[in-house]
């Protein structure tokens, strides 16, 4: 569906890779850590403007490396096309196939901001698959399918400092799932 033209591995370190999917609508990449045989993979997304270190200070860097030394993966997906919530979504799906594909039984979700809508889509697409999804100040527009992940385990975070895209966001993607956590931290802005 992507499209693929080529595709490009290359190992930084002994525990983290990056993948290149060349097609014609952009470069995918996936910054991948741990090992690509992991059974145990998180997959995070982030926001409308794509990148790979997600929230924070750095959380989806620090969380890969700690993956990776427990034997677990991690793949921080950085887009095709930031912001177009469909190829994100597709975006994430190639990710989950690829880890699929190298022996992953499960994997959890992570996306921040706009990735919180692509994290609970793509857990739409592989409910079976799919261990939780947890979302960093997530948007709401997106996320109105969000009945389809079925029972999946949903943690959504948000700061009551955010102004950007307020904890009402998380309140009612919770709506829309129909269950989940919503934990808000009252000193946190967007980038918690």
């Not at 983290?16 to 995918?28: A, C």
């Not at 990735?115 to 709401?140: C, D, E, K, L, R």
Request: charged share 20%; net charge negative; proline share 3%.
């Amino acid at each position: 569906m992507l499209g693929v033209l080529a595709k490009s591995d290359g190992e930084i370190t002994e525990t983290s890779r990056v993948v290149e999917v060349y097609t014609m609508e952009g470069l995918l990449r996936i910054w991948w850590h741990g090992l690509a045989g992991a059974t145990d993979v998180v997959l995070m997304g982030g926001g409308a403007m794509g990148g790979v270190l997600g929230p924070g200070r750095s959380l989806y860097l620090e969380l890969g490396k700690e993956l990776a030394a427990q034997g677990r993966a991690a793949m921080a997906v950085d887009y095709r096309k930031p912001g177009d919530l469909d190829r994100c979504h597709l975006d994430m799906c190639a990710a989950a196939d690829l880890a699929l594909r190298n022996g992953a039984h499960r994997f959890c979700l992570l996306g921040h901001s706009f990735g919180g809508a692509v994290a609970i889509q793509a857990a739409g697409s592989f409910p079976a698959h799919t261990a939780g999804v947890i979302t960093y100040s997530t948007q709401s527009a997106g996320c109105e399918q969000a009945g389809r992940m079925g029972n999946v385990p949903l943690l959504l975070l948000h700061g009551e400092r955010d102004s950007i895209l307020g904890p009402e966001n998380s309140m009612m993607v919770q709506a829309l799932a129909g269950h989940g956590e919503v934990r808000t931290f009252p000193d946190a802005d967007h980038l918690l």
